[in-house]
């Protein structure tokens, strides 16, 4: 498990809106009079429950996603106070985004990196000083640039894609090794690949109009 | 920070109401034709007039007296009294006149000259009186509520209204509104295929990804959901707002207009005349739907032509149309990066998708006969009554829907700065900074774009407002945060402000395709003789609604720590809860928010003593953690 102090104790308390009593900060319910608390500010992961890793079983993610929406979505407070349906407005508008970051493996290395790495990196850590990186990038555009029929297309993004692949296995070693710094540079190349892939069917679209 | 603007107002929230009896039904508000339905413990009706017919066709006529006539009846006047007659209004929520197609040249509606002040929504004069869509279809969806109510024999004021996935923020808006004056609390605006696929998921019980075809009147959307275990999650959407069956007429009516102009010259027709031009073609559509060929007499300026048209003919006319729905579909897809055999299922949706040139289209694309089991015309209704009833009486289902659009900020230079990418699901709020770029600069203008475009004027505009009261500081020295907030209706709420100072800075809104909340309260003064009885008794409803729910905050709080209370201090609370009881019963809304205050001091040592309580309990609690983890520690060590 990575080490992340983001993540509130279940032991610390405040008062519950509704019945002002005691209830821990995290819970998402009162365990006196039950109304809908609004969200804790604790990490994506602890949002849904998971422990904060770069390997992320997207069955599973999805299985609690689904456990907690089925409890905090609006369509739940249909008929409830108005201050009820806010907060689970609040609470379902939380949980779709950590959702929507834990699921994408772009988003959930630069969010890790970032959750990681506050203390570790240094300042611009995202801007690209790494010559290989840019220059890599620099030559996949010109090819996409001559790319003028389908199948050189798909050949650009059968190589993308393949290389996309690598460099998710390599961020699964940096991150379970701690090597936050290399994880950081993994996380730079592959945005300049998905950025790729974008352009990738941009062109597609293009040739097809 | 303070909340600045509102493109909707929270108070639209639905009135909550005691009586769990009440029945909520589901209403498609289609462009052709409309349909409400009702479900009880999962079993759906579809109301039907006495006639047993379920669709209402969305045709509202216009009596002198500015009565209106819903239905059938009104279609009936359309080949008559075509002025008086208006159809298809749906493709003119949250417009303005520029977005009214015309048929050689001639518009099928007389629009209204704009007026200084107004908002751009278009206004059109029927039978002589000056009517906004939003009117016209509250004129509609009185008429359904009618019919729910006649047949339920009980008040019917909760429902589900189903949109277009691809609707932007002013048609869902202007399609709300159309409920408020309609007395209609709006439950829920859900999206047409996600209602479809909720009826096919819960009927059929269909599992795995679908697409959801569904082409209507006036309206194109393509929907990729999952659906498992009564999880209905949309992972794209797309579409085309200004796409439907009514092309395909004009599509008709044109050809037949050019044959007509050949044979007798230049023609200059009457709004009413491209009318029934419109109804011939629409004829002709249906007609061609099953025949091969057939042949249809127009009249107009006194003169009859006859126009023959055969189906391989009819498919050329439309042929472009529909291609763009097979790109649109294949677009979805791939940006969710799934291919058409990744597809279990393609759920038919809208009358449209009978016409023959349109299901080949589909089952070629995905490489698999559609579904299309549940009528086309009514699953979207169905749907809508399933979630009604799962709002109300409460359900396992889950529909997680996103945004169709992206919504953006103009910035310098007339682009778009995007702050809510399309396809993200929904609830969603997301901020966007900016700063100042003139020493001393106190205001910012802020103009809310939807639309996939760079260019600010390619795409929709929502609202325009500006920020002042921005203390003066150097350029780029001021934090303006912009927040996006778009709700579980796929409703957008801006609201703005300064972080540096946290100063509260006004707002100023104009909805560009919407009613301003004076025009809103004008018609609702003209539609209901009571609309201030109606605020004042919705006022009263969420008064007691969070009455009770402070009652019973405190009755919990009671049952887990009385204890904690000496009997003189649990009687004085008790006295405040009779109290609060007797207010709830009466309707004086300001003596039961006082009442619900009071009653809040009289526990307030009580939370205090709660909290400590708490807190105590909770040390031991850390100080007996802290020794088993320590030993779990020793044990893995």
Redesign the interface.
């Known amino acids: 498990m990575l080490d992340v102090n983001t993540q509130l104790?279940e032991?610390?308390?405040k008062?519950?809106w509704?019945?002002?009593?005691?209830?821990p900060a995290t819970a998402l319910f009162c365990h006196?009079?039950?109304?809908v608390q609004a969200p804790a500010p604790v990490d994506h992961f602890a949002r849904l429950g998971m422990e904060p890793s770069f390997d992320v079983d997207v069955a599973a993610l999805d299985r609690l996603y689904?456990d907690l929406?089925?409890q905090l979505?609006?369509?739940?407070f249909?008929?409830?106070?108005?201050?009820?349906?806010?907060l689970s407005?609040r609470q379902?508008?939380a949980l779709?985004?950590a959702?929507?970051v834990l699921k994408n493996p772009l988003m959930r290395a630069d969010y890790l990196v970032h959750l990681l790495g506050i203390d570790v990196l240094p300042e611009g850590c995202n801007l690209v000083h790494d010559q290989s990186i840019l220059m890599e990038a620099m030559e996949m555009r010109e090819k996409l640039m001559m790319a003028d029929t389908q199948d050189a297309l798909n050949a650009i993004q059968r190589e993308t894609k393949t290389e996309i692949d690598d460099v998710l296995s390599a961020l699964s070693l940096a991150f379970a090794g701690g090597d936050i710094q290399g994880a950081c540079r993994l996380t730079t190349r592959l945005k300049y690949l998905d950025k790729m892939m974008g352009e990738v069917?941009h062109s597609?679209?293009r040739l097809m109009a | 920070m303070a909340q600045l603007l509102q493109i909707h107002e929270?108070g639209e929230?639905?009135i909550?109401?005691q009586d769990?009896a009440e029945m909520a039904v589901g209403i498609d508000l289609g462009t052709t034709n409309s349909v409400v339905a009702v479900s009880s413990e999962g079993q759906v009706e579809v109301l039907k007039d006495d006639d047993g017919q379920a669709l209402v066709p969305s045709i509202v006529a216009y009596a002198p007296d500015g009565s209106a006539i819903v239905g059938e009846l009104a279609k009936r006047l359309l080949l008559s009294r075509p002025d008086s007659v208006v159809s298809s209004i749906k493709r003119l929520m949250g417009r303005g006149a520029e977005d009214v197609k015309s048929l050689g040249g001639q518009m099928p509606f007389d629009i209204e000259p704009h007026h200084e002040g107004e908002s751009q929504l278009v206004r059109l004069n029927i039978g002589g009186h000056a009517l906004t869509p939003i009117e016209i279809s509250a004129d509609i969806l009185r008429a359904l509520k009618d019919r729910a109510e006649a047949h339920l024999g009980a008040k019917v004021e909760k429902a589900v209204i189903t949109v277009p996935a691809y609707f932007d923020d002013a048609q869902r808006t202007a399609t709300k509104d159309a409920a408020r004056l309609a007395g209609l609390n709006v439950?829920?605006l859900v999206n047409e295929p996600t209602a479809a696929a909720l009826a096919y998921g819960l009927d059929k019980s269909a599992e795995g990804l679908y697409a959801v075809f569904d082409l209507g009147g006036g309206t194109f959307d393509v929907s990729l959901l999952r659906m498992e275990k009564g999880?209905f999650?949309v992972l794209a959407t797309g579409g085309d707002a200004a796409l439907g069956g009514d092309d395909f007429d004009h599509a008709i009516a044109n050809h037949f207009l050019e044959q007509r102009k050949a044979g007798l010259g230049e023609t200059n027709l009457s709004a009413g005349e491209v009318k029934v031009a419109l109804m011939t073609a629409r004829m002709a559509k249906e007609c061609l739907t099953t025949e091969d060929r057939g042949e249809w007499m127009l009249t107009a300026e006194d003169k009859q032509t006859k126009h023959a048209l055969d189906r391989a003919t009819f498919n050329d006319l439309i042929r472009a149309d529909v291609k763009r729905t097979v790109k649109i579909c294949h677009?979805v897809l791939?940006?969710a990066g799934f291919d058409p055999i990744d597809i279990k299922g393609v759920v038919l949706v809208g009358g449209s998708t009978r016409v023959p040139l349109v299901r080949e289209a589909v089952s070629q694309y995905f490489g698999s006969e559609p579904l299309a089991d549940i009528d086309p015309d009514q699953v979207v209704a169905v749907g809508a009554a399933l979630?009604a009833e799962?709002?109300?009486v409460?359900s396992?289902t889950?529909?997680?829907d996103v945004t169709p659009l992206s919504l953006g900020l103009e910035t310098m230079g007339g682009l778009v700065e995007k702050v809510i990418p399309r396809n993200?699901?929904?609830?969603?709020?997301k901020a966007q900074e900016f700063t100042t770029f003139k020493d001393g600069q106190t205001a910012m203008a802020i103009h809310v774009v939807q639309g996939e475009r760079e260019m600010v004027d390619q795409n929709r505009s929502l609202a325009r407002f500006n920020l002042t009261g921005i203390p003066p500081m150097a350029a780029g020295a001021a934090h303006i945060r912009v927040t996006f907030?778009v709700?579980?209706d796929g409703l957008l709420t801006v609201s703005a402000g300064e972080d540096t100072s946290g100063i509260e800075a006004k707002v100023e809104v104009k909805p560009s395709y919407g009613l301003s909340e004076e025009e809103m309260s004008t018609m609702l003064y003209d539609s209901m003789a009571n609309a201030k009885g109606d605020m004042e008794l919705r006022l009263l409803t969420?008064a007691r609604?969070?009455a009770e729910?402070?009652m019973?905050?405190?009755r919990?709080?009671l049952q887990?720590?009385c204890k904690l209370l000496s009997v003189r201090e649990r009687e004085a609370i008790g006295e405040q809860m009779d109290k609060l009881i007797d207010a709830i019963k009466g309707t004086d809304r300001d003596a039961i928010n006082a009442a619900a205050e009071d009653l809040d001091k009289a526990?307030?040592v009580?939370?205090e003593k709660?909290?400590d309580?708490?807190?105590r309990?909770?040390l031991t609690?850390?100080a007996i953690?802290k020794l088993q983890s320590s030993v779990g520690d020793g044990e893995n060590a």
């Not at chain 1, 979505?73 to 739940?76: E, N």
């Not at chain 2, 993200?424 to 709020?429: F, L, R, S, Y």
């Open positions: 104790p032991t610390h308390l008062p519950c509704s019945c002002k009593g005691p209830s006196t009079c039950k109304a689904f929406q089925r979505h609006p369509d739940r249909a008929t409830k106070a108005p201050k009820e349906k806010a407005q379902a508008t779709n985004d959702y929507e069917r597609r679209a | 929270p929230s639905p909550p109401h769990d439950l829920r999880v999650q677009e791939t940006e979630q799962a709002l109300t409460g396992d889950l529909l997680l993200t699901p929904i609830p969603v709020a907030q709700d579980a969420e609604v969070e729910r402070a019973l905050a405190v919990a709080a887990a720590d526990t307030r009580f939370a709660r909290m309580k708490g807190i309990d909770a609690g850390v953690d």
